[in-house]
């Protein structure tokens, strides 16, 4: 009985400890669900091996993304994105005419 006594805060701290440790798993989780479900085309990414691109597409069937890396397509899954920043911006290309001097 007095083992018992001795061994229940043990036990009480032990389930504390696991509580915490897996409430702060599922937070993680659920950060990582948002990132993944933010994506979208001309967000900057890198992937889990390293490899930086822009999305170029998102197929939700086949959770996938096509990543445009230096104007290379690349069909990634969607859980190979490690981080994600905005999107990049929409750069217009404007023609200037050059008017030659003769």
């Given amino acids: 009985m007095n083992s018992l006594i ?6 009480i ?6 509580f915490f440790m897996s409430r702060s798993q599922k937070k993680q989780q659920e950060a990582r669900q948002k990132l993944l ?6 967000s ?9 691109g822009v999305v170029a597409a998102v197929n939700e069937e086949a959770n996938t993304v096509d990543l445009d890396c230096e104007g290379v397509i690349l069909e ?6 490690r981080t994600v920043s905005e999107a990049a911006p929409v ?3 404007t023609k200037e005419e050059v008017s030659e001097d003769k």
Avoid: N, Q
Avoid at 6 to 11: D, E
Avoid at 76 to 81: G, H, L, Q, V
């Fill in 6 to 11: 001795s061994l229940l805060p043990m036990l």
């Fill in 13 to 18: 701290l032990f389930g504390g400890m696991m």
């Fill in 37 to 42: 479900d933010g994506l979208k085309p001309g």
């Fill in 44 to 52: 900057k990414v890198v992937t889990i091996g390293g490899l930086h």
């Fill in 76 to 81: 990634f899954d969607r859980s190979a994105i």
């Fill in 91 to 93: 750069v217009e290309e």
